[in-house]
């Protein structure tokens, strides 16, 4: 990272128009009187955060291509030489700078565009622990280390994961520190290190961090919602939990603490905390019926009466939708009929979304991931219980499986043309690919669509979590592990078959 000096707090026409701005919210009295829409201002802290000079980035563009030329797909390529910044050759700290401007450029973002670890500038300028500082680090090595071919850089992130990992426990040893945003935060990013890094026990390593930042939050108490970051990390970890037992049905979210807590974030937030506090709520109860589903089955298949468990989720699936009937016009995204060009890829189909926003794109596809689990468990359910309203309850679920896939995939243009912290924000795009790809009714065409897209995202990205599901995929070992009951369901060679 380079300072660049004091930057300019005043919003974008007045600079460019050289006038002094007055920074009055919500526009400033010059944008006001000539009548024109006031941009915003900027975000002075991130701004002070400057990859390299453009000479320098010029020079090693070049540098870069000449030798990408003769590895490299044109695929490949064109991901990275537009949408990523170039290498910087030179000692082990100018490295380090690069990758926690990386970590700026595609994470954090600025405040007019946030991106997914949007609150680390807050915690580094009021806590800039050990433990932050060394997973900052840690992932923009790793990213970078699979962008650019380096597999020294992902031994340099491998020992950074391991300081912060050090950093970390010695933090929790404390009982002030134990609570402080910063210990909070480098957990909770610990989790994207798993991500990106592709490591073999990577779900393992992930589950463990959410249930350490879940014990966190409880020993936190009501001191987190002081802070803007700590509200943020707040929701964003309880979000991360439910979203895992989803998959993995722990029990982990059943704790009194984190009800009374989330009760009262959600009487003191504006609109938007509330919208996600109810998805939250609803998540809980789907983890609960989730978990009670899993106990009725095992290899022989589910056992006792499931109609109830059937009419259950069809309730909660319900309660989704009315969630998303309801949403502001501030959550709904607009759909475009013209196919969008990325990186050599085109848009899936004719249409595709623009959100308002990426956290907006993010609960979207948070949203479409959980009724696709729950369609499928209704599905599995339905196969295994002979009544007469079984075969229209499955086929009906198929269809509404099918549209919530073809929308994922109509949501991924948008993270790949929407600026830099959008791209950052496609490592939340593999889980949801990975379901979409194995949901009943899917095209082969749909289904390789989505293995190239993500192979694209771990290439383009150093997601390597990406590449992981995408060999997923092509060996046929898809969700059914994760969903009691469900098929399994073998793809090979443009056709696609079922057994159970």
């Known amino acids: 990272m380079v300072y660049r000096g004091k930057p300019s707090p005043g919003c974008a026409l007045c600079r460019k128009r050289r006038l002094k701005c007055d920074q009055e919210r919500p526009a ?3 944008c006001l009187r000539i009548g024109k829409e006031c941009p915003g201002y900027q975000d002075l802290q991130a701004l002070r955060f400057f990859d390299q000079t453009a000479a320098v980035t010029t020079k090693a563009l070049a540098r870069a291509a000449s030798t990408r030329k003769a590895s490299r797909s044109p695929t490949a390529d064109t991901a990275e030489s537009s949408k990523t910044p170039p290498l910087i050759e030179g000692p082990t700290t100018h490295i380090q700078e690069q990758a926690m401007s990386h970590i700026f450029k595609y994470y954090v973002g600025t405040s007019q565009t946030p991106g997914i670890l949007c609150y680390l500038p807050n915690l580094l300028r009021t806590d800039p622990s050990d433990a932050l500082q060394a997973t900052m680090k840690a992932i923009g090595l790793a990213c970078m280390s699979r962008v650019y071919h380096r597999p020294e850089l992902a031994r340099s992130a491998a020992e950074e994961y391991s300081k912060a990992l050090r950093a970390t426990n010695t933090s929790l040893q404390d009982a002030v520190l134990a609570t402080s945003d910063s210990t909070l935060g480098a957990v909770v990013t610990l989790s994207m290190y798993e991500i990106i890094s592709g490591q073999s026990q990577m779900m393992d390593a992930w589950l463990n961090h959410a249930r350490g930042a879940l014990k966190l939050l409880e020993l936190r108490g009501m001191k987190q919602f002081e802070s803007t970051a700590g509200r943020r990390l707040f929701a964003s970890t309880r979000l991360q939990i439910a979203m895992i037992n989803i998959f993995f049905r722990t029990s982990c979210h059943r704790s009194p603490t984190i009800a009374a807590l989330s009760k009262y974030a959600k009487s003191i937030g504006d609109a938007d905390s509330q919208t996600m506090e109810d998805f939250y709520n609803i998540l809980v109860t789907y983890n609960d019926l989730s978990i009670t589903i899993k106990e009725t089955y095992n290899t022989t298949g589910f056992h006792g009466n499931i109609a109830p468990l059937i009419q259950a989720a069809l309730d909660l699936d319900a309660d989704l939708v009315s969630w998303a009937t309801s949403l502001s016009p501030n959550w709904q995204y607009t ?118 897209i993500l192979d694209l995202i771990a290439t383009s990205t150093g997601v390597q979590q990406a590449r992981i599901l995408s060999r997923m995929v092509k060996m046929g070992n898809h969700s059914y592990m994760l969903i009691p009951g469900k098929p399994k369901r073998v793809y090979r060679e443009g056709s696609e078959s079922s057994s159970s």
């Not at 990325?342 to 926003?357: G, I, K």
């Not at 009544?387 to 993270?415: G, R, T």
Request: charged residues 15%.
């Open 335 to 452: 759909t475009i009929n013209t196919p969008l060009s990325f990186s050599n890829f085109r848009s899936h189909d004719t249409e595709s979304h623009v959100y308002p926003n990426i956290d907006n794109a993010v609960y979207w596809n948070h949203y479409r991931q959980a009724r696709i689990i729950l369609h499928e468990m209704i599905q599995a359910m339905c196969l295994h219980q002979a009544s007469p309203e079984s075969p229209q309850l499955m086929h009906k679920s198929i269809s509404i499986n099918k549209q919530l896939a073809e929308d994922i995939c109509a949501s991924v243009p948008y993270f790949f043309t929407s600026g830099d912290a959008a791209l950052g924000a496609v490592a939340r795009l593999p889980w949801p690919l990975y379901l979409a790809s194995d949901c009943a009714g899917i095209s082969p065409h749909t289904k390789d669509w989505i293995m190239q």
């Open 28 to 30: 400033c009295s010059q």
